[in-house]
């Protein structure tokens, strides 16, 4: 299965899903929370809650062995913390003041501190800060203040307070390293700043503000060459942003004024009109660039015309004006230019040639993934390597970049490259993710669901089971989870706990957890368990198969199959019913509101939203629509798999045009990152799915080969 790094995100990370409702447990013939039971046995002096059973509706109940250190009073933690988070969300300092003197001691004790000086973080001092951190050490929500902390104060501009804090943070996301780097690079300790440097100096993509700030900033670190500014004002004067195209050009000597940027932005034609007539400078080298992707912008056509027209008449000159790097960079913003209009003007191997007109020692990774998906979509496969070759090193060594220079070997009349290519798919092999089965098939290997367990769950010891109520990160989710607290608070601290455990390698701990969860129906969370640990594997915890006899039977009614369904089901909602995404899509196959219209008309049903939000109905309306997509996409799973996420008519305009295409050359080349990395993950699930159910198909049979659109 795919093996996940836990995410930078995992302070903040939240599922669709809103609050559940709440579990409860069943002991005799009363209801208590399960965290009551706990407390209520603990203080008759009892140190364990042994075999209480717990029942969900119609779910399997299992017998939870757990033990919560006496010392949290459980009870009337999980009772205080929702009474605080209703005073947090009104902004009651005096009643998180109270509640800070209840909860102390207890499992939730820093939530109220939290709440009390998140309210308003930028007025908290360095030295408060740093005081949480140490009096809840290891926990989520010291690691979230902190790093909010140091965002808030890079903000404002008070750079010593993030630096005070910065080795306190343990595991910042994108913009808490830009945070943090701004701190070092406004301190004077130019080389801890430069950490964020290939993040953020040559993207060209939208990043979070501090990021946009720090390599702003960062023109003026002094272990900065003027290699890297010419590098990075190349790529401004693609995208055309002109405070960094001043900025860098000034302090490359080359100074640029915003009046020759806004003029030639005005009228591009006269720009072009006199640049025969203009001196050959480096000042005007940059000046053509800026003007190249400003007519990229409206056409890239007309930009690869004018390019043309314009190297043609230098090369009639004695004194060229357009040196060989000014023109290779031309080339290189429209083969970008020509990578972001697939999806609207279809496919074109003019992309391929003028990426490799551009070739030179200077791609940023953006360039060379757009040059690297040209290539395979059309086969060019010298341009694959060329393409895999411009990227980071670290970058090359990626299962995915692995995978298609294999790919690219293969095809070679050199014997040695396709020797290396074959053990380069026997390394992926070793893996089951998207890429190490597609590998597997390349070699002939198969996948065996019954070497990682089948369906059969690990046995847990009675003691990894006890250590798991005693990891008081486990703990609190566990009661979050058990509570009327929005969910993600419950996720929040259970990847953090996993993240904990997967540091200390603890992998028993981490599979008790998981099996636990699964046992409560929390099934998210077990599979992000195991998806996110580098040594466990358990196809039962990672690929659980909720609703098998429904799913079975309204997958054959559709005429699709089962596996493919549940491919599209651990994808869409993790197997959360409650599921809701930012769109509106909901329910274990997150069908769209319009979408399960037109699935009751078609069926001859009234629709009625609880009911198509409903498990039992949302799995028929779900493969229902997918039959139908197969049905009107030539019945090619592929196709049908990327109109499910990205709508038909985008699964149609991204088919070849004449002849086929072998399906990993469609996915790879896929226009939106979404869908191309949605359409991977179900087909991985899928492959995965019906060597449990006893119907093994290879992931390279069952994507095929793409047939041209019609």
Known sequence: MTKLRVAHSIKDEEFTSQKQTS?????????MSALSVATAISALGVSQVACAELTWGDEESYQQEGNYQQNYQQDRSIDSFMAAAIAADRGDVGALYNYEQIMSGGLFAMYPTYWRMNLD???????????????????????????????TKAGSNDYASVRQVANLITNADASERCAIALGFNNGGDTMRAMAAKSDVWLTTKKQPALCEQLAMEMNNNALISNQDRAARLKRMLRVGKTGDIMALSSRL???????????????????????????????????????????????????????DFDIKQDNQRAVKLLNDETRRYAYRIIGVKRMNHNTDDGFNAEAVDWFRNSLDDDFNFEEAEDYAMAAIRFGRWDDVVEAISKMDGEIQKDGQWQYWLARAYEQSSNSSKRNTAKKMYQNLAKNNDYYGLMAKDRIGQRFDASRLGGSNLPNVSTADRARV????????????????????????????????????RDDNLIIAAARQAYDMGWLDRAIYAVDN????????????MPHQSAVVRYSESAGIDPAWAYGI????????????????ASGLMQVMPDTAKYIARNLGETYSASRANSGDTNIRYGTWYMGDILGKLNYQPVLATAGYNAGPNNAKRWQPVYGSLAADQYVESIAFPETRNYVKHVMENATIYSSLLGRSQPISQRMGTIPAAF
Do not use: C
């Not at 703990?475 to 990847?495: G, M, T, V």
């Not at 089901?569 to 509106?584: D, K, L, P, W, Y």
């Open 533 to 544: 640990t580098d040594r466990v594997d358990s196809l039962a915890l990672s690929h659980p």
């Open 469 to 504: 109520m005693q990891d008081a990160n486990f703990a609190r989710a566990f009661a979050l989870y058990n509570s009327d607290a929005n969910r993600a608070y419950a996720n929040r601290e259970w990847n953090w706990a996993v993240k904990q455990a997967r540091d200390n």
């Open 253 to 307: 000597g080359t100074p640029i004024a915003y009046s020759a940027l806004s003029e030639i932005q005005l009228n591009l034609s006269s720009f072009f009109s006199r640049f025969g007539r203009e001196p050959a400078s480096q000042t005007n080298q940059y000046l053509y660039l800026y003007a190249i992707g400003r007519v990229a912008d409206k056409s890239y056509r007309e930009a690869a015309l004018q390019l």
């Open 23 to 31: 579990k409860r447990l069943t002991v005799g013939s009363f209801w």
């Open 569 to 584: 089901m651990r994808q869409e909602s993790r197997f959360v019913s409650s599921a809701r995404s930012n769109v509106g």
């Open 121 to 151: 973080l930028n007025s908290q001092s360095s030295a408060a800060v740093s005081q949480f951190v140490r009096q809840y050490p290891d926990t989520v929500m010291a690691e979230k203040l902190v790093a909010d902390f140091a965002e």
